[in-house]
């Protein structure tokens, strides 16, 4: 399982990368190997939104499951990532880099303390992979 | 008998929860409602019983023994024998997608057929494998526009002149639903408003409009400017259509439509009591993830053969739970299968022929209604097997009087249109011959008299 030491994480397997104000929102390796081969991606939000920390960002369906994936933390959204609709299976070849999902203004960076890094994370993933 | 529980599994419950008996959880009822002695007669044998059902279905008036010109939404035409004899088989014998539907690669393969079929028929790219009734269906159509702007646009339009009841039951599913309102255009005077009527009403908070076609009063309209405009405002259109004239008329696809439903009771399925009917839904593949209910998909299996799979379960209520776009799950497969046999026995031409039969039987019985002294026929603009008569006493006195000839004379529009006192909605299909035309005229010149 790879788990970028630079990222913050969410119990339920989303990733945030922060540089500055921005935040970059995916899910994690861990999240498409439970999914396996995603087939369809819809990211039902619009650059200029301001969303609540939870908020429903986008939808996942894999040949066995549909996920909702939520916002790790609050802020303004920047730019949705377009190309997923048409290549959805980038969340299982590069989760971290090619799917990231939408880049967010920070709202309130206290959220982002309360977030898992990378060593709780995996820690986290061990009690539930079996 | 299906029992869940025994004696000790039962007792076991009411101990845990420190209850003595069943009849203590219905403590809280008045006691006289509790157990009230319901005075009903003894018990009879079979024979008997069968004996007095015979009598209560003798008292009935069916469309067996009269003339029927009722129509409205639910019309009679003729099924083929090999219908009834097709879908009575065992194998078939199921109201539903099964449970393991793959088992099922029999049923699987007709629902596919159907889907095919009605895609083909209203001129759109999918269909889904159909809902409880045309009213359902149309309802989920708003449930659909609902979501694909994700509860964004709470304005749904809707002509006057769609079958009202798909009107009712449309807003008994959506007026619980938060920030949606709904729309009706010219309620008040419906045969002066048309889809272009529409037009001024669409707004960018609009989500649906909904048209019918031909529409309730059984007229034809070219829906395309409509069309344009409910696209130029990001808007969907809906068209509900009746099937049959779909033989004969351009398809709401051809229209622009976005979404295709509809009652599939002309298709093979007799009028019964009002059920069971079937619903059809039909819309553009951009729409897909979109739709409620079951879908069957063609694919390959590990050796290459063709089978067929329910496909894109993900986005339905089974899996999806609380976030799915609807939460139907089912659908009306046996009458799908009917619509499906009815279709494929009568082929493109032998449904052309059938609509063809219905709206020129419909026009020679307009045309001699129209020469009735006191009688106007509706017909400023093109029908297709349906039309109303303004008739110069109520359509009330006069559909009882038919009757009085064993005559089922049509739809009293007062009853869904209250200022339409004097309206008659008269149906027509291949199954009225031109003897039955010419006694409707007949009898209506007679019962008009006072």
Redesign the interface.
Known sequence: MNTPANLKYTKTDEWVLVEGKTATVGVTDFAQSQLSDVVFVEIPVDAGEELKKQAHIATIESVKAAADVNLPTSGKVIETNQKLADTPELINSDPYGAAWMLKLEISDSTEINQLMDAKAYEDYCSTRSH | MFIPHTQAETEGMLKSIGVKSIEDLFSVVPEKFRFPKLDLPDGVTEMEALAEMKEYAAANETVEDLICFLGAGAYRHYIPAAVDSLLRRGEFFTAYTPYQPEISQGTLQAVFEFQTLMANLTGMEVANASHYDGATATAEAGVMAYHNF?GKRSHILLSSSINPQNREVLCTYLCGYENVEIETIGLDNPLQSNPDSLIPYITENTSLVVVQYPDFFGRIFDLSSLATEVHSKGALLAVIANPIALGLLKTPGEFGADIVVGEGQPLGIPLSFGGPYLGFFTTKKEYV?KIAGRLVGETIDVKGNRGYVLTLT??EQH??RE?ATSNICSNQGLMALAATIYLSLLGKNGLRQVANLCYQKAHYAAEKIAKIPGFLVEKKTPFFHEFVVHCPISAATITERLLDNQILGGFELSKAFPNMENDLLVAVTELNSKEDIDFLVESLAEVSHD
Request: glycine content about 0%.
């Open positions: 994700r993830r993900a986005r899996i999806r976030k």
